[in-house]
C-alpha cells in the first residue's frame, strides 16, 4: 500500500507566491533568436504524396529516401532487430524457469524502472515462472542495486536476479550474489562505467555502436526486446499487451526518438489508446484524460507524474502492482494514493522552481553560463529533477539542481538538451564527485557543497568542448513554417500528427504567425495559472492559443503587435475534432516612433523600528496591518484596504505579501515598526501549527482557512500548506483543502516518512528564507525596499 498518500485533498493551486533569496520570484523571459525556415528539394519524396510541410520536416531531419520516410512514418515498416548476447539470457531464464527457481526482478523507482519491471514480472508470469520483485525506496536506498536490500531477498529463496533499468554499475552487488551461488541478468541503460559488472548476461545498448537501431532504447525497451526473445512466437499475441508499458517507460524517459524507439513508441501510443489494463484506466478517469485521443504529450503531463510521485515522495512498488493488478477495487485504491501524492509533488515542485526563478532574477549571470546550476539547502530532492526539466524547456540551456543536506553535501540532478551528453560532462568532473550517473539526456550526482564554483567552471568547460562555439550563442528557436491565421485548420494539423511522437530527437514542428495582437486573456485551469490567448491578424482572421504555466508572464502591452510561435496539434473536446495552439514565444514588434510615458507615484515613509508598540504619532484611522501573536493590534494581510495611513507593524514573512499589501492599501504615507515574530525551528513551527488545527477540530468542527492560520501564524502560506501535508503525512491527521477553505479531522492511515522527509526539507526553506528576509527589512534602508515595491 503506498504510504501516506491518503490524508490530504487539494481542489486549488498548491503553493502560491513561493520566493527564494529574499526576491519576489519574477519570471524570466528568456531571449531567444528566431531562425526562419530553409526551404529543402523535396523531389526525392515526391512519390510518398506527403504534406509538404511533412516532407520538408522530414529532410530536414535528415530522412531524405522513401524507404527510410516509410519506416519513419509507419511503425510497421520498421524491422525489428534483435539484441545481440539476449539469447544467452533466454537460455539462462528459461533454465531456472523449467526448475521452478525463484526469480527476483531489480528495478528502478522512476516510471521507466516501474514500467520495466511490472513488463518483465507480467512476461514471466505468462511463461509460468516464480517471480518476485523489488524497487528500491528512493528515501532511504537512492537507485541502483544494494547490498542490504539485496540479502533478505536472497535469504529468501531467489536464485536469479534479472535487473532493469539499472545495475550498470553495480559491481558490488552483483559479486556479492556471485558469492551467494545467484546468477544475475543484468539489462540497463544507463552509461557504461569503466569496468563491467560481473554478470552472466549484460543487455545495455550502450554496448552497441551508436547508430544501431537499439542504441537509444530507455530501460522498457531493452526488458520489452528481452521479453520479446524470452515469448518466442508467443510474442506476436502477448507481447501486444506489452506495449502499452514500452509506450509509458519510452516517453517518461525521454528517450531519443529514433530507430527502433520511436517505432515502439508509435506502437505503444496506440496500445495505450486501446489499453485493458486497469490500473491505466483509473489513472485516465480520476485525471480525466481521454485514452482514445491520448497523445506523448498526456503520457508527459498526465501519467509520468503521477507515477513518478509514488517514487521521488514514497515507495514505488506498488505502482508496479497498479500496472499489474486485475482487481478493479485494488487498482481504484491505488490510483486514488497515487493522485494524493502527485498534489504534493506539485506541491513541492512549485516552491522549488519559482524559488530557483528569483535566484536566476538575483543574479542573471548565471544565465550566461555554459549551463544553469543552482543549489538551496531547502530543495526537496525527489523533485529537483523535474525543475531542472522545466528550466531547460524554459532557458534552452542544461540545468542541474542540487540540495545541500546537512553533511554539506550537495546532490542534485541534471537535464540536458539535444546534442549535449550531460552525463559525459559531468564525469569529466569525477575527481571532485562522491558518486554519479546518468545517461545523455539526464543524470544524478554528489559532491561537496564547497567544490560548487569549481564544479560549474568545470562542467561549462566540458560542455564547451562538445558543443563549441554554439553554447555561447543567443538560445535560437528554428521556425518550422510562417502561417497566416487563415491557414489553421484541421486538415493541416491531422496531416501534420503522422509526424509524432514528438520528443527528444524528434521535436514539435515549431510554426509562427505574423503581426497579430492580443483580442482577449482568459485564465484557465483549476488552479488558473494557464492562459488562453485569443489573437487576431490584420484581416480580422481569430484563433485561441493555449499558454501552459502563462500566469505571471510578462504579456505583449494591450493594441501592441507581435509574432507569435506555436505548436499545432488536433484534439478532441467532448467529443468533437479540434485544433489546439499551445504558446512557444513571442517577439515584439517595435515602433520607434512610438514613445512610452512611465508614471511612478511615492509615498512618506516614518521610520519607527526603535520605537516599537507606541502608536503615539499614528493618526486616527490608521490601518495597521499585525499578525501572528500581535494580531489583536491590527488587521491581516487579508483584512486590508485603502488607505492613505498605513502601519506595518509585524515583519511581512516575504516581499511578496509586502507588495501585495501596498498594492491593496494604495498609502500616502507608512509608518514601519517591523516587530519581528518569534524564529523557529521547523518542529516548532509545526508543534504550533497542530495545535491550531486540533483548536480547529474541537472548537470549529474542523472548518478554518489558509487565510486564518496564515495570519495566526505570521508566515509565508507556503509554509502552513507544506505543514498541514506535513501533519497529514504523519498517519493521524486527514486534510481537505478547497481553494482557500481548510477541512480537518482525525483519522488514522498509513504514515509516509519518506514524504514527510521531503517535506521537512522544503519547509526549513521557507522558514529560514522567512527569518533571513525579516533580519534583512530590520536594517536596511527602508526607502530602498518599500519603494522598491511600489
Known amino acids: 500500500m503506498a504510504q501516506g498518500a491518503k490524508g490530504i485533498n487539494f481542489k486549488q493551486q498548491p503553493l502560491r507566491n513561493a520566493q527564494g533569496l529574499f526576491l519576489l520570484s519574477i519570471k524570466m523571459k528568456s531571449m531567444t533568436h528566431w531562425l526562419d525556415p530553409q526551404p529543402e528539394n523535396a523531389d526525392s519524396l515526391a512519390a510518398l504524396n506527403l504534406h509538404p510541410l511533412v516532407a520538408q520536416t522530414l529532410l530536414r531531419r535528415g530522412v531524405s529516401q522513401p524507404e527510410a520516410a516509410r519506416a519513419f512514418l509507419h511503425p510497421n515498416d520498421f524491422p525489428s532487430t534483435p539484441f545481440p548476447e539476449i539469447e544467452k539470457a533466454v ?18 523507482f522512476d516510471v521507466d524502472g516501474q514500467t520495466s519491471t511490472a513488463l518483465l514480472v507480467q512476461t514471466l508470469r505468462v511463461l509460468g515462472a516464480s517471480v518476485d520483485y523489488y524497487i528500491p525506496i528512493r528515501g532511504k536506498e537512492s537507485h541502483g542495486v544494494h547490498i542490504e536490500s539485496l540479502k533478505p531477498i536472497l535469504d529468501n529463496g531467489t536464485r536469479l536476479v534479472i535487473t532493469c533499468d539499472t545495475g550498470i554499475t553495480a559491481h558490488e552487488a552483483v559479486d556479492y550474489a556471485n558469492s551467494r551461488g545467484v546468477d544475475v541478468v543484468l539489462t540497463d541503460h544507463h552509461d557504461l562505467g569503466e569496468t563491467l559488472p560481473k554478470a552472466k548476461v549484460i543487455i545495455n545498448p550502450k554496448l552497441l555502436p551508436k547508430e ?4 537509444n532504447l530507455a530501460g522498457v525497451g531493452v526488458a520489452y526486446k528481452l521479453a520479446e526473445a524470452l515469448l518466442g512466437e508467443r510474442a506476436k499475441i502477448e507481447g501486444q499487451d506489452l506495449l502499452d508499458l514500452v509506450a509509458l517507460g519510452l516517453i517518461a524517459d525521454v528517450a531519443l526518438l529514433k530507430g527502433e524507439t520511436r517505432s515502439l513508441a508509435q506502437k505503444g501510443i496506440q496500445a495505450l489508446r486501446e489499453t485493458k489494463r486497469l490500473g491505466l484506466k483509473v489513472i485516465a478517469e480520476l485525471s480525466g484524460t481521454n485514452l482514445e485521443t491520448l497523445t506523448e504529450e498526456t503520457i508527459g503531463f498526465t501519467f509520468a507524474p503521477r507515477l513518478n510521485a509514488l517514487g521521488r515522495l514514497g515507495d514505488a512498488n506498488p505502482a508496479v502492482e497498479l500496472l499489474l493488478t486485475r482487481d478493479p477495487a485494488r487498482a481504484r485504491v491505488l490510483a486514488a494514493q497515487i493522485e494524493g501524492l502527485n498534489t504534493q509533488r506539485r506541491l513541492l515542485t512549485s516552491q522549488v522552481y519559482q524559488a530557483a526563478e528569483a535566484q536566476l532574477h538575483e543574479n542573471p549571470d548565471l544565465l550566461t553560463e555554459p549551463a544553469i546550476v543552482l543549489s538551496h539547502r531547502g530543495w526537496p530532492g525527489g523533485v529537483v529533477g523535474i525543475v531542472a526539466n522545466k528550466l531547460v524547456d524554459r532557458y534552452h540551456k542544461p540545468a542541474i539542481l542540487l540540495n545541500e543536506s546537512e553533511d554539506g553535501i550537495l546532490r542534485g540532478s541534471a537535464r540536458s538538451i539535444e546534442g549535449l551528453h550531460i552525463t559525459e560532462a559531468i564525469a569529466s568532473q569525477k575527481a571532485m564527485l562522491r558518486g554519479f550517473g546518468g545517461h545523455p539526456m539526464a543524470a544524478g550526482m554528489a559532491f561537496d557543497a564547497d567544490k560548487l564554483p569549481e564544479f560549474r567552471r568545470g562542467l561549462g568547460q566540458a560542455i564547451e568542448k562538445q558543443l563549441g562555439e554554439i553554447v555561447r550563442e543567443e538560445p535560437a528557436l528554428q521556425i518550422d513554417a510562417w502561417l497566416e491565421l487563415s491557414e489553421i485548420n484541421l486538415e493541416l494539423a491531422g496531416s501534420l500528427e503522422v509526424l509524432a511522437p514528438f520528443g527528444a530527437g524528434n521535436p514539435s514542428l515549431v510554426l509562427a504567425s505574423r503581426d497579430v495582437k492580443i483580442k482577449s486573456i482568459s ?14 491578424d490584420e484581416k480580422g482572421n481569430v484563433q485561441s492559443i493555449l499558454w501552459w504555466g502563462g500566469m505571471g508572464e510578462d504579456l505583449p502591452e494591450p493594441g501592441s503587435k507581435f509574432d507569435i510561435a506555436y505548436s499545432l496539434r488536433s484534439s478532441t473536446f467532448r467529443g468533437q475534432k479540434q485544433v489546439t495552439l499551445q504558446f512557444t514565444d513571442f517577439r515584439i514588434i ?3 516612433n512610438k514613445t512610452i510615458e512611465v508614471k511612478k507615484e511615492g509615498f512618506e515613509i516614518i521610520d519607527c523600528r526603535l520605537m516599537a508598540g507606541r502608536f503615539d504619532n499614528l493618526k ?16 491581516s494581510r487579508f483584512d486590508l484596504h485603502q488607505a492613505d495611513e498605513f502601519a506595518i507593524y509585524t515583519t511581512p514573512p516575504s516581499p511578496v505579501e509586502l507588495r501585495k499589501a501596498l498594492e491593496i492599501v494604495k498609502p500616502q504615507v507608512v509608518t514601519v515598526f517591523a516587530i519581528q515574530p518569534a524564529e523557529e525551528r521547523p518542529e516548532d513551527f509545526l508543534s504550533r501549527l497542530a495545535g491550531l488545527c486540533k483548536y480547529a477540530i474541537n472548537q470549529r468542527s474542523g472548518k478554518t482557512s489558509i487565510h486564518e492560520l496564515t495570519a495566526a501564524m505570521a508566515s509565508h502560506d507556503a509554509a502552513v500548506i507544506i505543514g498541514l501535508n506535513w501533519l497529514a503525512a504523519g498517519g493521524q491527521l486527514s486534510v481537505s483543502i478547497e481553494e482557500d477553505l481548510v477541512g480537518l479531522w482525525t483519522e488514522s492511515h498509513d504514515k509516509n516518512p519518506y514524504l514527510q522527509a521531503e517535506l ?9 528564507e522567512t527569518s533571513a528576509y525579516r533580519k534583512y527589512f530590520a536594517a536596511v534602508n527602508l526607502a530602498t525596499i518599500l519603494k522598491n515595491e511600489n
Do not use: M, Y
Open 523 to 536: 485564465t484557465i485551469g483549476k488552479t488558473k495559472e494557464h492562459l488562453r490567448l485569443h489573437i487576431e
Open 760 to 768: 521537512i526539507i522544503a519547509l526549513k526553506g521557507v522558514l529560514s
Open 91 to 108: 537460455e539462462i531464464i528459461h533454465w531456472f524457469i523449467q526448475r521452478n527457481e525463484r526469480i527476483c526482478v531489480w528495478g528502478d
Open 620 to 635: 486616527i484611522g490608521t490601518l495597521i496591518w499585525a499578525e501572528g501573536s500581535e494580531k489583536a493590534k491590527g488587521k
Open 590 to 592: 517595435h515602433d520607434a
Open 212 to 215: 544501431h537501431p537499439l542504441a
